[in-house]
């Protein structure tokens, strides 16, 4: 593989033509190594437009689009199979709205490069944090990562965390088939998955920030479905068959 098809950035999208077009140059500034791919969900906003009209469209950029609002699951684990079938190394996960800062993509992927086999930009470890949000979402969040913690045995302080890096390897061996959750349940469940396949996860700090642009698609029915979920995955076996 040529270094220029190494890392693979995958911001799932719907109604973010705000950020789009400054969440791709920003990720794409990280290196010649970073490619972007923007999985759509029929944004009326015109975001896939914006996407095909970057200048390094077809180069360094790439959409996958869909026929309408499939759920967050569904577009990473179709970015999965793009990035294991078009051969990238290092397959990462990111927000399209700033909320994860694109600068700490090298760190996700200097980790993933040495020790680990995933690497987590945690916001409740050392050195990690949350800007602007209320003190009634920081209590679900927060509930949510002991509750999962608990009931798991899961080695992650973030276990809902979305800004993750991974290397192919864990892709490739995880049955995605098996990945039943569509909403931040999927983050719960894809760490779980590769924690019971002996999958080495790290993490490392980040401060989250929420958005400034666009509209939040958090609310308490995605927690709820994530507190349920964990009791279901526990007994799923993440292997192929």
């Avoid at 684990?77 to 078009?86: L, P, R």
């Avoid at 080695?155 to 800004?163: E, S």
């Amino acid at each position: 593989m040529s270094k220029s098809r190494h890392i693979l950035v995958i911001i799932p999208t719907y109604n973010e033509i705000e950020n789009i077009q400054r969440i791709i140059d920003a990720v794409l500034a990280q290196g010649d190594d970073f490619h972007v791919l923007i999985v759509d969900d029929n944004s009326p906003d015109g975001t896939a437009q914006v996407v095909k009209d970057h200048q390094s469209f077809n180069g360094r950029v790439h959409i996958l689009e869909r026929e309408g609002k499939l759920g967050l699951g569904t577009a990473y684990i179709a970015g999965f199979k793009y990035g294991i079938k078009e051969g990238y190394d290092f397959i990462l996960e990111m927000d399209a709205d700033f909320s994860h800062d694109p600068n700490t993509l090298q760190s996700l992927v200097g980790r993933c490069k040495k020790e680990a086999d995933i690497c987590v930009g945690s916001r409740y470890i050392k050195g990690g944090g949350i800007k602007n949000w209320s003190k009634y979402r920081l209590f679900l969040s927060f509930g949510a990562s002991i509750y999962v913690r608990l009931l798991t045995s899961l080695p992650v302080k973030d276990p809902t965390a979305g800004f993750i890096c991974y290397r192919r390897k864990v892709l490739e061996t995880i049955d995605l088939e098996k990945i039943k959750f569509i909403g931040y349940a999927f983050q719960i469940e894809m760490k779980y998955a590769a924690h019971t396949l002996g999958f080495r996860i790290e993490e490392e700090p980040i401060t989250f920030k929420d958005r400034e642009e666009g509209t939040s698609k958090m609310n308490t029915s995605i927690v709820k479905e994530a507190m349920l979920g964990v009791l279901r995955m526990r007994k799923v076996n993440y292997a192929k068959s």
